[in-house]
Structure formats: C-alpha cells, structure tokens
C-alpha cells in the first residue's frame, strides 16, 4: 500500500500539477477581476443594445456589432475560459477559430448582398 498522503498527490512537486510552459506560475483572477469583466461585457451590450436603435447609424451597424462581437468574445474567451492564464497554443487556437469564424460569417453577408444597401 502507498504511504503518501491524498495532500502529498497533489502537491507542487508532482510533475502532472506542473504548468505546461516552464516560467508560467498559476495565477487566476479573484472575483473583483471577474466582476469588472461582466460589468465591460454589460456596457458593451448596452452599447449594441443603443446602436441597433439609432437611426443615424444604419450604415455602420453591421461594422460596429462585429467589432463589439469581438470584443466580447476575446473577453469571455481570456477571462472566462481562463485561456489569458493558459498555455499560448489555447490562446493561439481560439485566436485562429475567431478569425475563420467571422470570415465566414462576412462570406456569407456578402453572398446575402448585404452590403449593397
């Protein structure tokens, strides 16, 4: 029978607790930090919330909701997700799916004509 204790498994030394990228600590955001997140996500939804209702603005919707729908993703992805405390390759992969994301997304809002107007 093993003589360690359930503490002693996951202690700093084990070699499977250890970050993936030497010289990277584990560092996680407290509440507060997540706190003003949601309090940024809130004001930018806010924002699109407003835009979607002036009537000045209607040529420049399209172009502002994508750039605020960027912005909360990153966000949600770094903070939420945890990939800003993560290894650069999670943080490269998310990087690489929003950019081929919203690439389709403008494919397909040009073959619906939508910048014709």
């Not at 407003?50 to 966000?75: N, P």
């Not at 800003?84 to 998310?94: G, H, N």
């Not at 997304?105 to 939508?114: C, E, F, N, Q, T």
């Amino acid at each position: 029978m093993s003589s360690t204790t359930p503490h002693e498994a996951f202690s700093s030394s084990d070699p499977a607790m250890e970050s993936p990228e030497p010289g990277v600590e584990e560092h996680y955001p407290d509440e507060w930090q997540y706190i003003k997140v949601a309090l940024i996500l809130f004001a930018i939804t806010m924002a699109e919330v407003g835009i979607y209702y002036l009537s000045g603005a209607r040529r420049a919707v399209i172009t502002l909701m994508l750039f605020m729908m960027l912005a909360k993703f990153s966000m949600v992805a770094l903070y939420f997700m945890h990939l800003r405390f993560d290894s650069k390759l999670f943080r490269r992969l998310f990087v690489t799916g929003i950019v081929l994301a919203v690439s389709v997304y403008l494919i397909a809002l040009s073959s619906l004509h939508v910048w014709e107007h």
